[in-house]
């Protein structure tokens, strides 16, 4: 019953005239940037933050959260049609996707993707509704040494699921907490790393680091290279899956949601791993592995329904935990705080418009964006036929906009062009941003909680291992920590995909 | 950089376990960068390469000029931004742009940096209320 009550404050909140259309406009733009290679969530979220100032939280949140979950809807057409995934969570739709479109079956695979991706994200905001409350009651019986060994916990498990090299990894999160601590101590206000430079006083900005990690050195890389893009010519008809479709997806659908979901949950490109794992899990259970590869639609269903029902799940550690398990919800923990708003278990007490809100706006955004991606599928084919040399400068430019109306300073242009280099760097030596840009934002949060844990202990480390939550994290956190050196778990780590090997 | 970061941190002020102060993360987050540091080192010497290979695999047929000039381009977009305000600052550098990397006809680089700027200019700046630099038009 109460929680009938608090669907009906998060539908009053979710349909209000002004919400729905930041919805519209999150999910519309999701679904472009999913189809458009060379721009990600990541660098559409920091793009777009600068025009929520005006808005309420609620239409800021709405939308970020619309431009994520729309994302995961967009990448598998650019998957079906091109053969290039426009997310990395769509990299396994390619292999049987791109074949159905080669036998002529483009509009079913479009159409199922659509689908799945519908039943599995409204699945998982289901998930969401049921596990968030109790979980939110949980967590406030946490105190700092939890939050700390939590934080750790879940740097530790990104930076593990990080591709290649985990001191690398180690090394990108170390980074990122020493430029989140970047600006004045929160405790003494005294300035630290700051050059004397006014405009580090308040740090270094979110955005101008995510734009030139993940905006401008994408750029950079798709520039230094021709790149050619062949659309299938064949004319889409058919979106609507035929029963037999169905009859053979109908597993694959349920497995890939609920795998999805609670992947999701997890630190680490949770939307990646559970696509690949869904695919793996449809060919292991499938009575025709064979066909797998050559077109089979189980191969589309399957992955796409577990990275759409990852969205759902990654919200959860957001929203109950103030936690976020991967950088895109680090990028929707920036807007949160930008707004003044703290997401963690007194958030659906203190703001339950907010909370119930954003969740029952993705049940509106997920028949948006049925509707965006079935009906509509053919302006989406138009915009593949753009040319990249007409969309790298528009990416800039829109870089450009958003980093400057940030703080209305060039500085963070400079900062951005700056990371844009270091970026694309990384990326030429196999370093990951992910790891740098969690820790950026998390590295604060987690100083603060050391150093009350140490207020409170009087020093002593102990109080990491005598209470049982942060010593379970801290012991798990010291388990991923090592791991590579045990030889199976070195193998297991190895076969894990990631966005870089996508 | 780990040195650095530990100097930094050190100069700080470390505070005591008790009561840490401004600089203890900083200073050990500097010793684990330093010690992480020395690990890839190590690991890359271990690592058994070709002479040359990871320089072919890393940059051959790597459009060099391209990535250098749009760096310069923006690094100077940036310099003048604020005197010359957006307009006049934006519609240039689109025009190299749309020229440099595969070059267009004038007319459609001319035309599309003008198209994009005055369509930027409208949505951020008189929709969306954005305060981009009124530079030298006055314009804002």
Known sequence: MELLNYLGIGFSVALQPENLLYCFIGVFIGTLIGVLPGIGPVGAMSLL?????KTTPEAAIIMLAGIYYGSMYGGSTTSILVNIPGEAASVVTCL????????GRAGPALGMAAFGSFIAGTLSIVGLMVLAPPLANFALKFGPPEYFTLMILGLTILIYLAHGSMPKA????AFGIVLGLIGLDSINARPRFTFDRLELIDGVGLVPIVMGLFGISEVLLNIEQVIRREIIKTKIKNLLPSSKDWWESKGALARGSLLGFFLGILPGGGAIISSFISYAVEKRVSKHPERFGKGAIEGVAGPEAANNAATGGAFIPLMTLGIPPNVIMAMLLGAFMIHGVQPGPLMMKQNPG???GVITSMYIGNGMLLILNLPL???WVQVLRIPYRILFPLILLFCLIG???VGNTVFDIYIMILFGIVGYLMKKFDYEGAPLVLAFVLGPLMENNLRKSLIMSQGDFSIFFTRPLAAASLILAIFFLVSPLIPWMRKKRKEIPTEETA | MGIGVCYGGYDLELGTLQAPGSGFMFFWVGIIMIGLSLGVLILAM???AIPGELKKVLWTEIRWKKIVSVLAVLLLYAYVFTTLGFILSTIPLLIFLFKAVEPQSWTKAILGSIISTLTAYSVFQLWLGS?????LLGIG
């Not at chain 1, 933050?49 to 100032?53: A, E, G, K, R």
């Open chain 1, 96 to 103: 049987d996707g791109y074949q159905m479109a080669l036998q």
């Open chain 2, 131 to 135: 305060q981009l630099p009124r530079g």
């Open chain 1, 49 to 53: 933050l600068p025009l929520t100032f």
């Open chain 2, 46 to 48: 271990r690592e058994t």
């Open chain 1, 354 to 356: 907010l909370f119930w």
């Open chain 1, 170 to 173: 180690l090394l990108m999160a």
């Open chain 1, 403 to 405: 980093v400057y109306s």
């Open chain 1, 377 to 379: 599928i053919g302006i």
